[in-house]
């Protein structure tokens, strides 16, 4: 373990699960460092980190019918700059149908007592092609250069994994990538491992023959020693399309696994009671904290799980999105379609997206058993009226929402991947899931290409509010219109750095 990794250690006040804890003499020791790694020593100390002023964020061309590569777009977001809301940079990926998603770092606040780490790589694995790209973004972080290509060849050699997705990075300075399937597409929930330096594929983290049935999102909780991971579906079943028929089939995943951090293995595997398609999972920001938060898509719950009285784990539903009854749609009941979830770096906030029914929520979750919605927000959806849907019952709403219009432009698609800002005050949204995906359910994105919008957020009493001023329209790319997916801050943010 690293020095100051150690001294943030040996002064904690310990127990609790609040972010706030565990900041005694030796925490205050670790703050002073003359010579820090990356990010911050604690998730409130990273609250009050500088504004953000780029965002990087992946724009995708694959099942557009535009033959290009998808890029990574580099976007101004400094009120005070020129260029505020622009596009400033774009860099083609070398390849076609890549389906770039998701994106993490070379190194983040995990090693933030090691001095001689730096976060200068943003690594892009693909989930179709099976490539892992890293970027450069530390020699010109306002003009990304591609610095290596990890073959689909290399990872399918030395790991039997691909279609990857979720990349961490490790306090030991490596770099993990999760996996939804084998190279032939078959469900396999694996783990790659990187060497955090050179990029090489050293193997897989999990024991040979351990790897889970299927796999998705992770997120790993060392002073617990445990690490937990999802499972949407096989990639030959989902890469296409949605089909229900593989849903009653039992194609899609509906289980949370609990891995051994230490030892590289499943020691428990979670059935979770209306919990279909369990994507993205959150533990709280408190190294300490032995309890996070899980979004499942199509049952449109949130899970909560945590470590019992017993010391194993338990699950618990403590959202319900209820379903709405509807015509004109491809289903008689419309679910919510929770996508991506995120917590405030003070663990006070969790907010997710309803894809589909087109809103963005705030829960306080501070008591995490029960989440109480203080902000809701619809930025477009599948039930806006004059739309094709008619909204027969609904439990919540007295009325189909109005469509959004931001400055001037009808936003096509509903609120998908989300991005908070480090004191918790700023939310940003796109509005693309997977291109396969938002063909079937949203053609117009596929047509006008999705959007990137701007929410204020109230964090003393809670509550959403629109940016009108703000609008980011990948539709009007140089090459025709794109999907943009995840969004990532250079300096970290509370969906890629894991304090240890």
């Known amino acids: 373990m690293h020095t100051c990794i150690r001294a943030l250690r040996a002064g904690e006040d310990g127990g ?61 977001v400094d009120p005070k700059s020129p260029h505020y809301c622009q596009v400033i940079h774009r860099l083609p990926m070398p390849n076609l149908k890549d389906e770039l998603h998701h994106s993490g770092w070379n190194t983040c606040s995990s090693c933030f007592g ?50 990857v997705h979720t990349s961490h990075c490790l306090a030991s300075g490596e770099v993990m990538v999760s996996s939804l399937g084998d190279p032939k597409g078959n469900g396999k929930g694996g783990f790659v491992l990187l060497d955090g330096e050179t990029f090489e594929v050293k193997g897989t983290w999990e024991r040979p023959g351990g790897a889970a049935p299927m796999g998705y999102d992770f997120w790993y909780q060392p002073r617990h020693n445990v690490m937990i991971s999802s499972e949407w579906a096989a ?31 499943i020691v428990q595997t979670l059935p979770l009671q209306d919990g279909l398609i369990p994507l993205e999972v ?40 209820p379903p709405k009854k509807v015509k004109g749609w ?15 770096l003070d663990d006070r906030f969790l907010y997710f997206s309803n894809w589909l029914h087109g809103d963005l929520r705030q829960y306080d979750i501070s008591d995490p058993q029960r989440p109480r919605l203080t902000g809701q927000l619809f930025l477009g959806g599948s039930i806006v009226k004059g739309g094709p849907v ?52 949203y053609p117009d994105l596929i047509r006008e290409g999705s959007v990137m919008l ?14 009108p001023n703000f609008l980011v329209d990948f539709g009007k790319e140089p090459l025709g219109p794109a999907l943009a997916h995840e969004l990532r801050y250079p300096g970290g943010d509370c969906s890629s750095d894991i304090w240890v």
Not at 330 to 336: I, R
Not at 423 to 431: A, I, P
Not at 454 to 467: E, H, M, S
């Open 282 to 321: 959150r533990f709280l920001h408190n190294p300490d904290a032995a309890q996070g938060f899980v979004g499942c898509a199509l049952s449109s719950t949130i899970q909560r799980f945590y470590k019992n009285q017993g010391g194993t784990w338990s699950v618990e539903k403590v959202i319900q999105v």
């Open 235 to 265: 990639p030959n079943v989902f890469r296409d399309g949605f089909n229900p028929a593989d849903v009653e089939a039992g194609l899609y995943g509906s289980h949370l696994h609990v891995w051994d951090w230490q030892r590289h293995e």
């Open 454 to 467: 701007q929410i204020d957020v109230d964090t003393v009493k809670g509550g959403l509010k629109l940016n």
């Open 16 to 76: 609790g699960d609040r972010a706030g804890v565990g900041t005694g003499p030796g925490l205050a020791r670790a703050t002073k460092c003359e010579k820090c790694g990356p990010g911050y020593p604690t998730p409130l100390e990273a609250m009050k980190g500088p504004r953000e002023e780029i965002i990087y964020l992946p724009c995708i061309y694959r099942n557009t019918g535009i033959e290009a590569p998808d890029y990574l777009a580099t976007v101004d």
């Open 330 to 344: 491809m289903l008689p009941e419309m679910p919510g379609l929770i996508t991506d979830i995120l917590l405030s």
């Open 114 to 163: 090691d001095s001689t780490k730096s976060r200068t790589k943003l690594m892009l694995p693909c989930l179709m092609s099976s490539r892992i790209y890293v970027v450069d973004v530390g020699s010109e972080p306002r003009a990304p250069k591609l610095h290596k290509v990890i073959e689909a060849e290399d990872i399918h050699a030395k790991c039997d994994l691909g279609y």
């Open 390 to 441: 008619q909204v027969l019952e609904d439990q919540e709403l007295k009325s189909q929402p109005e469509p959004l219009v931001v400055k001037g432009k009808r936003v096509p698609g509903g609120p998908q991947m989300i991005q908070l800002s480090l004191d918790g005050k700023r939310l940003y949204v796109t509005t693309s899931l997977y291109s396969a995906w938002d063909k079937q359910f």
